[in-house]
């Protein structure tokens, strides 16, 4: 079945997806990585909703997760893009995510975190009509042919990981305002160190401790 009022969706959970509101799905795919991935128990990491005292913290919780290592806090930065296409004047569609506002709040006060969690998904923007063309060229571009890249996979599910990019960096790793990826070249981009498809359980799970050991 197509989507409800998206009628080039994959299925009403992949409308469902494409739709929720940006820092609530990019959670969602952290908790999933988090149990999934980085194999850690719900009681070393902290996903509040939003900040208004759904937390321990109350209305001072420090970042949008707090993630326990080696007796210590890391803050976690969540940013979450959807591919958007540069079209006109090519042959092949180009596809890129932007990860804004890395450095500093809408205020202009300094972020403060440990670690970025950047994750762009594939994923078209709502009502995308030549959008899932696009993706499909972009998926075998990049070689995802994984059996688990399931279109109508949830946000909580497992296979909802394969249609993910992830870029893990320390913080001290992070100096652009604005970080550009294009899909088919993020490997290997400037960001290819901290970047890892999410069909890589290995290269996502060494990313991550890697950020975690590297952080000061």
Not at 36 to 46: G, K, T
Not at 86 to 114: H, M, V
Request: glycine residues 8%; contains cysteine.
């Amino acid at each position: 079945m197509p989507g409800f009022l998206d009628k080039n969706a994959y299925s009403l959970q992949a409308e469902y997806a494409s739709s929720l509101d940006g820092d609530y799905l990019g959670k969602c795919i952290l908790k999933n990585f988090l149990l999934h991935w980085a194999r850690l128990p719900q009681r070393d990491f902290s996903i509040p909703i939003g900040r208004n005292g759904d937390s321990q913290f109350a209305t001072k919780f420090p970042g949008d997760a707090l993630v326990s290592y080696q007796g210590e806090y890391r803050v976690i930065e969540v940013k979450l893009a959807r591919v958007s296409f540069q079209i006109a004047g090519r042959k092949t569609p180009n596809g890129g995510w932007t990860f804004s506002k890395c450095l500093e709040t809408d205020k202009g006060y300094s972020r403060k975190y440990d670690i970025l969690f950047a994750i762009g998904v594939l994923v078209p923007s709502l009502g995308a009509g030549l959008g899932l063309d696009f993706i499909e060229f972009l998926k075998k571009e990049c070689g995802l042919y994984d059996s688990r890249f399931n279109r109508k996979a949830s946000p909580h599910e497992l296979d909802f990981l394969a249609q993910c990019g992830f870029l893990i960096m320390p913080r001290q790793f992070v100096n652009k305002k604005t970080i550009d990826l294009t899909v088919r070249t993020a490997m290997n981009s400037r960001y290819g160190d901290f970047f890892a498809w999410g069909c890589d359980r290995q290269r996502c799970r060494t990313l991550w401790l890697n950020a975690l050991t590297r952080t000061v």
